[in-house]
């Protein structure tokens, strides 16, 4: 018997629209599985991306570093003392920490609460500014638009350049002309504008980069003329440690060289985000996983459904199904009949479904998500390898769903049918 | 043609009911032969047998020299198919599909293309006079007219024989003696028709008449003597 036999597939086309109603409630259910399970997924995706939008743009594994205050004495110093990190612990640390890749100081100089900080002209905004070492744009990627970020030279001479963020730019040249070699002042004293950047991530150290004004660290070393002390370190782990490896060392290495006890917990401070990325990753998974329990769960009560109609579909052609077998159906003829309008009409309902999943993702995505400022949801859409395994599974359910009819429709004999009673 | 021999058959339902109690029995081919019996005197289980839609328990069952028995489904359906035409008092046609299609239904199942099982169909429905009516629903036609279109899915697979079952019971007195004419006129081509029946006047039409008791033949009576 050939698969393509116009008539079979007219056989099929015939049940199903004679009962339109039944069809359509009964299709309703995998189509409503389906659909609910592609949002869902497509909606987790949008989620995980979001997020990920957030981390883009930011070294996920670095950790960053701060002091505190020593809660325990230690080699005659008293316990509450206030300590700093200073530049020859940057030596010591990139010596003594082979896993140890970037190590970048920060240092933070506020706005010190005199209103608009930054000047340009008539133009002022009150921005926070940061101290950053060259090597800072490896730990979050400054996004440089216009000229460059802060390098070794300005370092090294201490110069009085600064990287502005985006926001700093058109809030002090409004008229987008270039402020490359401009002198603004920021908190009293004049820099030269070397660049603009309007980062990425929405991690920040401080203020986030488009917000704020970046010049190199032993510039504001000098200018708050606190010495060489360091207010947080941020650092990277090469390839094949993790962060919270070498965070872990570089709080023991500045105990040791700070004159504070092993074990103070409270003298120094600080996370990985490869531990925060890590957590956030396992979320995601959770989310999918529970999208496909309640997507599978779905998709099967929709399946049940057709199973149960099928089933009553069955009961009613019982007399149709005996006079077939009385003009000589083989039994593969009716389990093929049978199968193949459990399969096609769960594959029309799904892939209906799926259709309008996929568009409506789509219209959410462009009418509502891309517009909407500070979404948490980005870009939500179902791969191409999710759409497929929905495809498979759903021709599965179908073939399920079909089963026990089938299995009902065979036990039907030709007498009991067509008998008159 | 049809041969049987001590055909036994008990339906084991509840209480056994020993309906068939030996049934022996010669059809020759282009025979007409009714089967006649009060209701529970096991006429329809012995149509049912002979038109290997149910089986038998002992005895033997020869249908054109090949014996019927122990057949897998796939087995008896080809037989169903091929050799046995089979007419029905409701007359069982397919609702949803149209007289030509119906007439053509065996032929369905034995693989002939659409285009040529139509074509054959048509002409099956020409004999029956019903070429007007091909692409008429069942529930558009009159009784006789469905008895027709039966009649002629019946004979399409050009079957060993005609099996009956009161394909008259549904119909008035008129259209009765008309399918009952055509059956005549189909075994006088040499088929060989069997028709179960409780009505005298369809019995009489035919050239022998059986009658079945409790289970047994009680007698054969050749008609017109």
């Known amino acids: 018997m050939n698969i393509f036999d116009s008539d079979r597939w007219e056989e099929i086309w015939v049940t199903i ?44 594994n670095s950790c960053i570093l701060g002091t505190g205050t020593t809660s325990e004495p230690y080699k005659g110093f008293k316990k509450g003392r206030r300590w700093n990190m200073h530049n020859r612990d940057l030596e010591i640390l990139t010596r003594s920490i082979p896993e140890l890749d970037i190590l970048s100081p920060l240092l933070f100089g506020g706005n010190q609460g005199t209103g608009d900080n930054v000047v340009y002209g008539e133009n002022s905004g009150s921005y926070d500014v940061r101290g950053v070492h060259a090597n800072y744009q490896y730990i979050e990627d400054p996004n440089i638009t216009q000229g460059r970020f802060i390098n070794e030279t300005d370092i090294a001479q201490k110069r009085k350049v600064c990287v502005i963020g985006s926001e700093v730019y058109t809030t002090l040249f409004p008229k987008k002309n270039d402020p490359i070699e401009k002198y603004i002042r920021v908190n009293g004293i004049y820099y030269q504008v070397v660049g603009v950047g309007s980062g990425i991530s929405d991690i920040s150290i401080g203020a986030k980069t488009s917000q704020s004004v970046n010049i190199p660290f032993t510039t504001m070393q000098q200018i708050q003329n606190g010495g060489d002390i360091i207010h947080v370190l941020t650092a990277t782990a090469r390839p094949y440690a993790s962060a919270k490896e070498v965070q872990e060392k570089i709080e023991t290495i500045l105990k040791a060289s700070n004159d504070i006890s092993p074990t103070d ?99 959410a995505d462009v009418y509502w998500l891309q ?27 179908g073939l399920i769903a079909g089963a026990i009819p089938t299995m009902r429709a065979l036990q039907i004999k030709a007498i009991d049918a067509i008998r008159e009673e | 043609m049809i041969k049987l021999e001590h055909i036994n058959k008990t339906y084991y339902s509840g209480a056994p009911l020993h309906v068939l109690k030996g049934i022996d029995l010669n059809i020759e081919k282009g025979e007409m032969v009714s089967i006649m019996g009060a209701s529970g005197s096991g006429k329809s289980t012995l149509l049912n047998i002979l038109g290997i839609l149910d089986i038998y328990d002992t005895g033997n069952y020869y249908l054109n020299n ?6 897998s489904e796939k087995k008896a359906a080809t ?25 053509a239904l065996p032929l369905y199942y034995q693989g002939v293309g659409r285009r040529k099982r139509n074509l054959i169909a048509m002409e099956y429905l020409d004999q029956m006079g019903l070429k007007d009516w091909s692409r008429h629903l069942p529930n558009e036609l009159s009784g006789g007219q469905k008895q027709r279109v039966a009649i002629a899915r019946a004979l399409i697979a050009k079957p060993q024989v005609i099996l009956a079952d009161e394909p008259t019971g549904a119909l008035d007195s008129k259209t009765s003696e008309e399918v009952i004419q055509i059956l005549r006129d189909v075994n006088k081509e040499g088929m060989t028709t069997l028709i179960v029946t409780h009505e005298h006047s369809v019995a009489q039409a035919t050239d022998k008449i059986i009658h079945l008791k409790d289970g047994v033949i009680e007698n054969i009576a050749t008609v017109g003597e």
Do not use: Y
Request: proline residues 1%; positive net charge; contains cysteine.
């Open chain 1, 17 to 60: 629209t004679r009962n339109k109603v039944r069809s359509l409630l009964t299709g309703f259910g995998v189509f409503w599985g389906i659909f609910m399970l592609i949002i869902m997924m497509g909606a987790g995706t949008g989620l995980q991306r979001g997020m990920m939008q957030g981390l883009e743009g930011f070294a996920t």
């Open chain 1, 265 to 363: 917990k409270q003298a120094t401070w600080g996370f990985s985000l490869e531990e925060q990325f890590n957590m956030v990753n396992a979320v995601f998974l959770g989310i999918a996983m529970l999208v496909w329990i309640v997507g599978s769960g779905t998709l099967i009560a929709g399946i049940v459904g057709v199973s149960n109609i099928m089933m009553v579909t069955v009961k009613e052609r019982t007399k149709e199904i005996g006079v077939r077998r009385a003009l000589g159906a083989k039994p593969s003829a009716i389990i093929s009949q049978i199968m193949s309008e459990s399969l096609i009409l769960t594959a029309m309902a799904g892939m209906l479904g799926l259709t309008v999943g996929v568009i409506t993702l789509h219209l």
């Open chain 1, 371 to 397: 517009k909407a400022e500070n979404m948490f949801l980005s870009d939500p859409v179902v791969s191409f390898g999710t759409a497929i395994i929905s495809t498979v599974i759903l021709l599965i359910c």
């Open chain 2, 66 to 71: 090949v014996l019927i028995k122990d057949l």
């Open chain 2, 79 to 103: 037989f169903r198919n091929t050799m046995i035409g089979f007419i029905f008092q409701s007359f069982n046609l397919i609702g949803f599909k149209n007289a030509m299609e119906n007439v």
